[in-house]
């Protein structure tokens, strides 16, 4: 989805419509009212054509989109049918908008080291290498690059280290930090505060995000904070993660609120209803939106980036 690609469309209306309550389905069994597969632009029909597999007649490509898949993808209708869904017998396939690629991410530099020393970053943890609308293919080549660049920086700088002294308080700050959690009496389960966690952004910072929506949701993800949490059944590790996602909701939110314009995929509405997003605003917004750990909290930043030619 972005804001620069017009089929976004699709994804707001599929996600209004699931926020009303409603199952959103493809049907294959019929064409969409008044499609015509001959009044398609040219560079459209062309690209199908190159798409063919199973070469059908024009009259039974005309007859609906399951004809077509049998044509261009038939191995994709045995797939689905080995799955559960079963095209030819009339299955629908069910819809909902799904994070493909997380945009933003650790600032990195050349070495993918971080402004804390001894951290690196890689992938898609790391952010502002692809600006808002990432190019085709390159999630995994960022993965290969950064990820040996990283590797390699680590392993150089653990070169020159000893080993690093852990003081008793440190320690006992930890002790502490596990018992509480330990403590089935305080808060909620992790598996319940991730879920909320996800529910929460699922409704204000996914697809449509408005003032309003993330205002709200900032405050929901307070409130569960404030809370408390607990370890459950499934472990320390996704206890402490949970832990951590309450920082990470909370820079999207105050960032996606900042920015109130529209940019890659990053879609800020006027209002939940609106039919369209708030346009891009280049003259205000080509800039990257940085959050960093201050005395009173999070302190987000607006930053105009440096082309490199200027800044060497």
């Given at each position: 989805m972005?804001?620069?690609?017009?089929?976004?469309?699709i994804?707001?209306?599929?996600?209004?419509?699931m926020?009303?309550?409603h199952?959103?389905?493809?049907?294959?069994?019929?064409?969409?009212?008044?499609?015509?597969?001959?009044?398609?632009?040219?560079?459209?029909?062309?690209?199908?054509?190159?798409?063919?597999?199973?070469?059908i007649?024009?009259e039974?490509?005309?007859?609906?989109?399951?004809?077509?898949?049998?044509?261009?993808?038939?191995?994709?209708?045995?797939?689905?049918?080995e799955?559960?869904?079963?095209?030819?017998?009339g299955?629908?396939?069910?819809?909902a908008?799904?994070?493909?690629?997380?945009?933003?991410?650790?600032?990195?530099?050349?070495?993918?080291?971080?402004?804390?020393?001894?951290?690196?970053?890689?992938?898609?943890?790391?952010?502002?290498?692809?600006?808002?609308?990432r190019?085709?293919?390159?999630?995994?080549?960022?993965?290969?690059?950064?990820?040996?660049?990283?590797?390699?920086?680590a392993?150089?700088?653990?070169?020159?280290?000893?080993?690093?002294?852990?003081?008793?308080?440190?320690?006992a700050?930890?002790?502490?930090r596990l018992?509480a959690?330990?403590?089935?009496?305080?808060?909620?389960?992790?598996?319940?505060?991730?879920?909320?966690?996800?529910?929460?952004?699922?409704?204000?910072?996914?697809?449509v995000?408005?003032?309003?929506?993330?205002?709200?949701g900032?405050?929901?993800?307070?409130?569960?904070?404030?809370?408390?949490?607990?370890?459950?059944?499934?472990?320390?590790?996704?206890?402490?993660?949970?832990?951590?996602?309450?920082?990470?909701?909370?820079?999207?939110?105050?960032?996606?609120c900042?920015?109130?314009?529209?940019?890659?995929p990053?879609?800020?509405?006027?209002?939940a209803?609106?039919?369209h997003?708030?346009?891009?605003?280049?003259?205000?917004?080509?800039r990257?939106i940085?959050?960093?750990?201050?005395?009173?909290g999070m302190i987000p930043?607006?930053?105009?980036?440096?082309?490199?030619?200027?800044?060497?």
């Amino acid at each position: 989805m972005s804001n620069e690609e017009p089929s976004h469309v699709i994804d707001v209306a599929v996600f209004k419509e699931m926020r009303a309550g409603h199952t959103v389905y493809l049907d294959y069994s019929k064409n969409p009212a008044g499609f015509d597969f001959d009044e398609l632009p040219r560079e459209a029909q062309a690209r199908y054509h190159s798409e063919i597999k199973a070469e059908i007649s024009s009259e039974e490509r005309s007859r609906s989109p399951l004809h077509r898949l049998r044509e261009i993808n038939p191995a994709s209708i045995e797939w689905l049918r080995e799955h559960g869904v079963d095209l030819e017998a009339g299955d629908r396939i069910e819809l909902a908008p799904a994070i493909q690629h997380f945009q933003g991410g650790v600032k990195i530099r050349r070495r993918a080291d971080t402004t804390i020393a001894g951290l690196y970053a890689a992938g898609e943890v790391a952010g502002g290498q692809h600006g808002a609308n990432r190019p085709g293919g390159n999630a995994l080549m960022d993965a290969q690059v950064f990820g040996e660049i990283a590797g390699r920086s680590a392993a150089e700088e653990a070169g020159t280290l000893g080993l690093m002294p852990v003081g008793a308080d440190r320690i006992a700050r930890w002790k502490d930090r596990l018992n509480a959690l330990a403590d089935r009496t305080h808060g909620l389960p992790a598996s319940q505060v991730r879920t909320r966690i996800q529910t929460i952004l699922s409704g204000c910072a996914s697809v449509v995000r408005t003032e309003k929506g993330l205002t709200e949701g900032l405050s929901a993800l307070a409130d569960l904070k404030a809370g408390g949490i607990h370890a459950d059944e499934k472990g320390w590790a996704f206890a402490l993660e949970t832990i951590n996602m309450y920082d990470v909701a909370e820079m999207v939110m105050r960032a996606a609120c900042m920015r109130d314009e529209s940019r890659g995929p990053h879609l800020y509405f006027a209002h939940a209803d609106d039919d369209h997003p708030v346009p891009r605003n280049d003259e205000r917004w080509q800039r990257t939106i940085v959050l960093r750990k201050g005395r009173d909290g999070m302190i987000p930043e607006a930053r105009t980036p440096v082309r490199p030619e200027e800044g060497m």
